[in-house]
C-alpha cells in the first residue's frame, strides 16, 4: 500500500516533494537500527525529492538566535565550547549562577548521575550557589546557598539592572571591554537612560521581574566581587520563550563585563560533552587521551555522533519545524534561516519559502518517524488541525507505540523498542565514553521490525536496495572507523561486548592541554580567548554588544535589534492579554521522564510529584501553583484543574507548594496526549505544549518570520478548579468516565 502511495505521489505530483518527513530527535539509545533518519536516507535515494522538517535549534533558542551574534560560536549554536572548562571552575571560581540551570533534572535521559555530581564538586570546591528562576527547582533545593524567585522570561530586565550598578558602581572590567569587545558605549547609554529616558535601575527591575531592588543590588556587588561564573544546561526555560534572543544577548553581555575567560569567569555548560557541540578540541574534563586530537582531524568517536545515516540534504525542500502546521494550513510561509541548528550567523538573513512557487502542490502525505509535535514542540493544537486538513492524503507514522503524533497515523508500521535487535549503543553525556555490543533481550513481538529494517524492506520494493546494506555490515562499517577498532576486531568486539576508553592521566592531560591549546595546568573554557582577545566567529572577531552582522541585514528590526534591549510582548503580565489570562505558565523539562520517555512507567506515577490521582482513579500531570493563588483560585492540593487560555484546555491535578512564585504556574513538559474532545479542545494527559503559542501569532499573513522561535514557556493562561460533576460531564464525552 505505502510503495503505491509513494508512486502516486510522484505521478499525480510529478516528484515525491509533496511527501513531508518528520524524522529526527533522539534516539531509542541505538545507532544503527533506530536512528531516526533513515526515512531521509530512503527519499534520498529515490532522488526525486522531499519535504525535509529541518529542525530548529529547540534546546538553545536564545542563544541560537541572540548570542550568537554576540560571541559566534557558530559549531556550538551559539554557545562558548566547554575545553576543559571543569578545571578553571574547580579552581579557580568562587560563585556559580544557576541561570534556570537544574542539572539534576535536565541531564539527558542516558547520564545518570553525572549532573549530581557535578553539583556534589562545586559544594566540595567551596564555591558558592545562587540559583535564579520562577521555581525552586531541584537542583536549587538541594545545593543552592540562596535562590533568587523572578518572574518568567523577565531576566534581560534583571541583567540590565546588575549592568547599571557595576556601571554606576565602576565596578566593571574596563580594560577588558576596550580590548575584548566592540559596541559597549551604545550599551551604557542605553542602560543609564540616556537613550529612551528610562535608566534601568534596580527599582525598574523590580516592578519587572519581581526581584526586589536590594536583592538585584546585593547580587550585582557579589558578582562583581567574587570570581563568578553564569551556569546554564542548555539554557532553561528562559531560553524557549518569546525573544529569548534578547535575553541571552545580555547576559553575554553580563559575562563580557566581568572579563570573560581570566580565571573563575566562564559560561558553563553544566552536563554536556556531546563532541562538536561542547567543545572544539578538548572535552570539558580529562577523560581518554585520544579525544583530545579531535580539533586536529583524528576521527575520535562517530558513534557518539550518532549521525551515520544522514545523507545530503541538496534534494530536499526545507521547511522549519516551528512552522510546519502553518505550511498546511495557511501556505505560503516564509521565514528567516534555513536553521540547521549548526548554521553560520548570517544563515539567519536568508529568506526561504515553502511551498518554493505558486504553482507547487504543497504538503499531500506526511512521514512520521517517531516525532512529537503535539506535545515536544509549540502549538499543539495547531499541529492537530494540520494532521486533519482534507489537504493530507496520507500519514504513515513509524513507532513502536500508539502515541502522540501517531494517533493521527493512517497506516502505522510497528518498530522495534531496543530490546528485540542486535545494535550498537554510544556511552557519552557522562564522565566515560565508550560502546558497547546490543544483543536483543526478546523475540520481536508480532510483526514489528526495526526501523532499519523497515526502511530495508521499503527500498527493496522501491528499486534502491543498494542504499540499505544489511544491518550486520552496516554496523561494522560504522565500528572499523571508530578508535576502539584499532585495538579490538570486530568479531572480537562483538564476543567483549563492551569497551570504555581509558582516561589519561592528570600528567598526560596537562600536556595534552598545553599541546592543543596553549592551555596552562588549571585553564580552560574562554581563557584562550581572554589570553588572545579575539578569535570569534562573529565579524570583528571580538564580543560585540552592538552585533555587526544585524547591523548589515536588518539594521531596523524591532523584535531583533542590533542592540539587545528589554522588550514587552503580549505574553508578558501586564499586557492588555494578561488580564484575560493572568498567570504565566513555566514549562521546565521533566524530572520523572525524558521529554515524552518514561511518561507511561506506571509505578513512577505514585510518586507526589509525579502525577496526581484524580476521582475518576486516572493520573493527572501535576500543576504547581502558590498556596496565595491556589486560595484565590479555590483550588486545594489534590483538586483537577483546567489551565487555558484562547488556544485550547488542558486538565492538571493541582500541586500546591511555595515551590512556585505567585503569578505563575509550573508544568513539566512532556506528558502523553489524552485528548477529551478534538472539537473543544481539551486534554487530560497533561500536554501543555498543545497551548503554547506559534510563531506565526506575531505576524501578519503572508509576512516573513523574521524568527521562527518555539515558544514553549513563558506564555500566559488561567486555571480554575473543576469539580466531580464537571469532570463527569467531561469524561462522559469521550466515554471513559468509570471505566
Known amino acids: 500500500i505505502i510503495v503505491k502511495e509513494i508512486d502516486r505521489i510522484r505521478q499525480t505530483y510529478g516528484s515525491t516533494e509533496p511527501i513531508l518527513v518528520m524524522a529526527d530527535g533522539h534516539g531509542q539509545s541505538g545507532y544503527i537500527q533506530t536512528t531516526h533518519s533513515w526515512a531521509h536516507h530512503l527519499f534520498n535515494a529515490l532522488g526525486s525529492g522531499w519535504t525535509i522538517v529541518v529542525r530548529n535549534p529547540d534546546s538553545w533558542e536564545g542563544y541560537y538566535y541572540g548570542a550568537k551574534h554576540v560571541w559566534g560560536f557558530d559549531s556550538s549554536v551559539g554557545e562558548p565550547s566547554q575545553d576543559a572548562i571543569w578545571d578553571d571552575i574547580l579552581e579557580n571560581c568562587e560563585m556559580v549562577i544557576f541561570s534556570g540551570c537544574d542539572p539534576e533534572t535536565t541531564v539527558p535521559g542516558f547520564a545518570g548521575q553525572i549532573g549530581t555530581f557535578f553539583c556534589d564538586f562545586l559544594k566540595k570546591a567551596g564555591i558558592k550557589i545562587i540559583g535564579i528562576s520562577p521555581d525552586l527547582n531541584y537542583a536549587e533545593a538541594i545545593h543552592a546557598d540562596k535562590w533568587v524567585p523572578i518572574k518568567p522570561n523577565t531576566d534581560a530586565a534583571l541583567y540590565l539592572a546588575i549592568a547599571y550598578v557595576w556601571i554606576t558602581e565602576d565596578t566593571y572590567d574596563k580594560e577588558y571591554i576596550e580590548t575584548h569587545c566592540v559596541g559597549f558605549e551604545e550599551f551604557k547609554r542605553y542602560v543609564l537612560g540616556e537613550e529612551d529616558g528610562i535608566p534601568k535601575t534596580p527599582e525598574w527591575a523590580e516592578n519587572i521581574t519581581g526581584v526586589s531592588s536590594w536583592v538585584i543590588r546585593a547580587l550585582a556587588r557579589t558578582w562583581a566581587k567574587k570570581r563568578t561564573s553564569l551556569a546554564v544546561h542548555y539554557g532553561g526555560p528562559k531560553q524557549r520563550g518569546f525573544l529569548a534572543h534578547m535575553t541571552a544577548r545580555i547576559e553575554a553581555y553580563l559575562l563580557a563585563m566581568q572579563g570573560l575567560g581570566k580565571p573563575g569567569r566562564q559560561f558553563l555548560r553544566v552536563v554536556r560533552f556531546l563532541p562538536g557541540l561542547a567543545f572544539e578540541k578538548l572535552p570539558p574534563v ?28 541538496d534534494k530536499a525542500l526545507p521547511i522549519i519545524k516551528t512552522l510546519v502546521a502553518e505550511a498546511i494550513l495557511n501556505p505560503p510561509v ?12 548570517d544563515d539567519q538573513f536568508k529568506l526561504f519559502r515553502y511551498p518554493p512557487r505558486d504553482n ?140 570504555i576508553y581509558s582516561a589519561p592521566t592528570w600528567e598526560e592531560w596537562i600536556k595534552i592541554k598545553k599541546e592543543i591549546m596553549g592551555f596552562e595546568e588549571h585553564e580552560g573554557g574562554m581563557a584562550w580567548f581572554y589570553k588572545k582577545g579575539s578569535g570569534l566567529t562573529t565579524p570583528t572577531g571580538k564580543i560585540e554588544f552592538v552585533s555587526q552582522r544585524i547591523q548589515k541585514y536588518a539594521p531596523g528590526d524591532k523584535e531583533r535589534p542590533p542592540l539587545a534591549k528589554w522588550v514587552e510582548h503580549e505574553e508578558s503580565s501586564g499586557s492588555l492579554r494578561s488580564k484575560r489570562y493572568p498567570f504565566i505558565v513555566v514549562s521546565a523539562h521533566p524530572r520523572w521522564r525524558h521529554h515524552t520517555i518514561g511518561d507511561d512507567i506506571p509505578w513512577l506515577w505514585m510518586l507526589p510529584s509525579c502525577k496526581i490521582m484524580g476521582p475518576d482513579g486516572y493520573f493527572y500531570e501535576p500543576v504547581w501553583i502558590h498556596p496565595v493563588d491556589a486560595a484565590k483560585k479555590g483550588i486545594k492540593h489534590g483538586d483537577i484543574t483546567m489551565v487555558y487560555n484562547d488556544r485550547g484546555a488542558v486538565l492538571f491535578g493541582a500541586y500546591v507548594t511555595e515551590r512556585i512564585i505567585p503569578g505563575a504556574l509550573l ?38 518570520v523574521r524568527i521562527p522561535e518555539m515558544v514553549v514557556t513563558g506564555f500566559l493562561a488561567d486555571i480554575r478548579k473543576v469539580d466531580r460533576s464537571e469532570l463527569e460531564k467531561l469524561l462522559k464525552k469521550k466515554g471513559q468516565y468509570g471505566e
Open 334 to 345: 516564509y521565514w528567516y534561516g534555513k536553521n540547521t541548528i549548526v548554521c553560520s550567523g
Open 286 to 313: 580529562p577523560q581518554y587521551p585520544e579525544s583530545a586530537q579531535f580539533g586536529k582531524g583524528i576521527p575520535s568517536l562517530p558513534v557518539c555522533l550518532g549521525y551515520v545515516s544522514s545523507p545530503p540534504l
Open 667 to 704: 508544568i513539566q513538559h512532556g506528558s502523553h496526549l489524552d485528548i477529551i474532545s478534538l472539537e473543544d479542545k481539551v486534554d487530560r494527559g497533561g500536554a501543555i505544549n498543545l497551548i503554547c503559542p506559534s510563531p506565526y501569532e506575531k505576524y501578519k499573513a503572508g509576512e516573513p
Open 360 to 499: 507547487h502542490p504543497g504538503i499531500k502525505m506526511i512521514w512520521n518517524e517517531n516525532s512529537c509535535l503535539t506535545q515536544c514542540w509549540n502549538h499543539g493544537y495547531r499541529m492537530i488541525e494540520a494532521f486533519r486538513s482534507p489537504k493530507i492524503e496520507l500519514i504513515v507514522s513509524v513507532t513502536p507505540w500508539l502515541e502522540n503524533d501517531a494517533l493521527f497515523a493512517d497506516i502505522i508500521l510497528p518498530a522495534q523498542t531496543i530490546f528485540e535487535h542486535e545494535d550498537l549503543i554510544n556511552i557519552h553525556h557522562s564522565d566515560m565514553y565508550g560502546i558497547a555490543y546490543q544483543d536483543k533481550a526478546v523475540a520481536p513481538l508480532g510483526e514489528s521490525k526495526s526501523d532499519y529494517e523497515i526502511y530495508r524492506m521499503l527500498a527493496e520494493r522501491l528499486g534502491v536496495a543498494d542504499a540499505f546494506p544489511p544491518p550486520e555490515e552496516l554496523m561494522k562499517k560504522a565500528y572499523e572507523e571508530t578508535m576502539i577498532s584499532r585495538e579490538i576486531s570486530w568479531e572480537d568486539f562483538k564476543k567483549k561486548k563492551l569497551y
